[in-house]
């Protein structure tokens, strides 16, 4: 889908306005005032970096709903069930994911700064947004930060169709010296369901090859591919495609070193304990699993010395011999740093069937808002 596609029908709305507006949701639905700036600050940053499957358009079905459906702690108790030297693991008890991650990846960083590398894990937790905004947390810290998380079955291994595995990002996040760090945050699966969701919102069938059908054939249809995601007639494709021939086999092995890292470590839940439902139908919460290291680059060859390479490396990649007819090569981070270049001056594209929604919730609590898309 080109740029022109996707934002055609959008207005664009003030950062400070949707932040506020995510916020003021949030406290609505019983999250304490502390807890709804961390969970607005991370969507409202998946929006700044362009990441529009993971910011204001996941307010609604992935928190508000869940919190709704009694399946999502609005207030968040993290118990700290181990803490050695340079690991930890963390409770969540089914709160919001963003506010017991945030903790994790402090308490990562602390042990870093102490010993060189620090690690907490944690379970019991719910979606945490996007997993680039905690590696990040360690790059500002001077760090490399790594992060991964699993997820309600969506993707089939190889030779499969059967959702199996989470859609299961495997992130890490780099300092170097240039203007933004090397931040390398996407899913183990050809797409996700958050930008399967974006195409629905648009009217647009699905590329080939990111869906499966249970009789092992790609679909297309999106609509009807978001309904069969969560019955479990359709699955995701890991990354590298269908079957082997593209390398299909390579995201169903990371997906599952990330499904692995987030349950055996901390003794918590996997595969299809987080459907989200029981035997009956009845709706649960998804008991998610995190990890968290920070690596301190100070402990080896200092952090000036990493970035510079860090640098160096990136920037001879990007000047390499480019393809025919294409203008440049992109290094991982940097695509979402000319995203935040162009939005910190127009805000944030939103669609109508999310302005709809955004209308919904306002008018639900009786919020005083007033939004640039009611103007004429």
């Known amino acids: 889908m080109s740029y022109e596609e996707a934002y055609k029908d959008c ?20 999250v304490p005032e502390a807890d709804a700036e961390i969970v607005g600050e991370v969507l409202i940053t998946s929006d700044k970096r362009g990441i529009d499957s993971h910011g204001i358009g996941r307010l609604k079905p992935i928190y508000i709903d869940r919190i709704d459906a009694g399946i999502l702690n609005p207030v968040t108790k993290i118990d700290i069930i181990k803490d050695d030297k340079t690991a930890a693991v963390l409770d969540g008890n089914n709160g919001m994911g963003h506010v017991v991650s945030k903790k994790a990846m402090e308490i990562a960083i602390e ?18 947004g ?9 790059v500002d810290a001077g760090m490399i930060g790594i992060t991964g998380t699993n997820a309600r079955p969506s993707i089939a291994p190889t030779f499969g169709v059967e959702n199996m595995l989470g859609t299961n990002p495997l992130t890490f996040g780099i300092p170097t010296d240039e203007d933004f760090p090397f931040i390398l945050d996407c899913a183990t699966s050809v797409s996700q369901r958050g930008k ?84 009956e139908g009845k709706k649960l919460p998804y008991p998610l699993g995190h990890f968290f290291i920070a690596i301190d680059p100070e402990r080896f ?8 390479i860090a640098g160096n490396i990136c920037r001879d990649v990007r000047n390499s011999q480019k393809a025919p007819g294409e203008e440049r090569i992109y290094t991982a981070g940097e695509k979402e740093y000319a ?10 594209p939103v669609p109508p069937s999310l302005q709809k929604v955004m209308i919904e919730l306002r008018d639900r609590w009786k919020m005083d808002y007033t939004f640039d898309f009611e103007q004429d």
């Open 11 to 30: 207005v664009w709305v003030d950062f400070e306005v949707l932040e506020k507006f995510m916020k003021d949701v949030l406290l609505h639905s019983g």
């Open 111 to 128: 042990k870093a700064k102490e010993y060189g590398m620090g690690m907490a894990a944690v379970r019991n937790s719910t979606h945490y």
């Open 301 to 308: 060859m200092g952090l000036e010395t990493f970035k510079r």
């Open 196 to 279: 399967i969701e974006v195409y629905g919102r648009a009217g647009k069938d699905l590329p080939a090859g990111w869906v499966i059908g249970s009789d092992g054939q790609t679909r297309t249809d999106t609509k009807q591919v978001l309904i069969d995601l969560t019955k479990g007639k359709a699955a995701l494709a890991p990354l590298g495609g269908i079957g082997e021939q593209t390398g299909g086999y390579k995201g169903y092995g990371y997906a599952m070193v990330v499904e692995i890292l987030s349950a055996a470590l901390q003794d918590g839940a996997y595969l299809k304990d987080l459907n989200g439902f029981d035997a």
């Open 339 to 348: 995203a935040w270049q162009h939005r910190k001056e127009h805000g944030c």
């Open 130 to 138: 996007i997993a680039g905004y905690f590696a990040s947390m360690a």
